[in-house]
């Protein structure tokens, strides 16, 4: 009788050990969205930037 008992223990306890690590892993891939999205925004403002400072080199250029 404690075999059963004991493998019915330990698929308990690694149920809830992968529960865990999944839990672990839900929060990581979320936070990892959370800094591609900022990453993505600042690409975004620099991509921006350039594309004003391209703007006023081309008017200059055209100036001389």
């Known amino acids: 009788m404690f075999w059963p008992m ?4 330990v698929g308990f306890v690694g149920l809830a ?3 865990v690590l999944a839990v672990r892993v839900f929060v990581e891939a979320r936070r ?3 800094q591609v999205a900022r ?14 400072a391209a703007a006023g080199t081309a008017r200059a250029v055209d100036a001389l």
Do not use: N, T, Y
């Open 17 to 19: 050990v992968l529960g």
């Open 32 to 34: 990892l969205g959370e």
């Open 39 to 52: 990453s993505a925004s600042r690409i975004d403002r620099a991509a921006a930037d350039l594309e004003r």
């Open 6 to 9: 004991f493998a019915v223990a």
